[in-house]
């Protein structure tokens, strides 16, 4: 039985839903490893020092959570953590489609692995990332959607654009 998991991500910014996420995680794995992702193709707001601190704050306290960085293929980060299930979470029937083909190519790199997913608490089911940063960038409040110090961070990077 596999007691540690991977849940990998961009966490531009981490949202209320990414915490629920890693603590329903926790709720089933002894051991779950947060992993930000280098990922050149998107355009993060915050850089991934950045994030790794803020996902260190959001899980201050929840033993067993670390947080980290990665670069690379998920499935070769995972097998030096030593996690055997990568936790991927799904909102929206939008975000299967993406998520199954990447399940799937995953587990043709890495059969060893497997690919879980949650659903986030049904009043985080429709939180993503991009939209928190369009709703701050239009100055809306966001305390329902991110811990209060990712809001002030993502007001004070997003007034400086």
């Keep these: 039985m596999c007691q540690t998991a ?13 915490i629920d996420l890693i603590k329903r995680a926790h709720e089933i ?44 293929l998920v499935v070769d980060f995972a097998r030096k953590m030593k996690a055997g299930v990568l936790v991927r979470g799904l909102r929206m029937l939008s975000d299967f489609e993406y998520e199954f083909q990447m399940a799937l190519t995953n587990r043709k790199l ?26 701050a960038i239009l100055g809306a409040e966001l305390s329902e959607f991110v811990p209060d110090f990712v809001a002030k961070a993502l007001q004070k990077k997003l007034r400086k654009k």
Excluded: C, W
Aim: proline letters at 6%; zero cysteines; a negative charge.
């Design 6 to 18: 991977l849940y990998p991500g961009t966490f531009d910014p981490v949202t209320n839903g990414h």
């Design 29 to 72: 794995f002894q051991d779950v490893i947060v992993a930000v992702a280098h990922n050149p193709h998107k355009k993060p707001v915050f850089s991934v020092r950045e994030r790794v601190a803020m996902l260190k704050q959001a899980t201050l306290g929840m033993d067993g959570v670390t947080v980290t960085h990665f670069d690379g």
């Design 110 to 135: 890495a059969g060893d692995i497997e690919t879980i997913f949650l659903m986030p608490h049904e009043s985080y089911s429709y939180l993503s990332a991009k939209l928190i940063k369009e709703a």
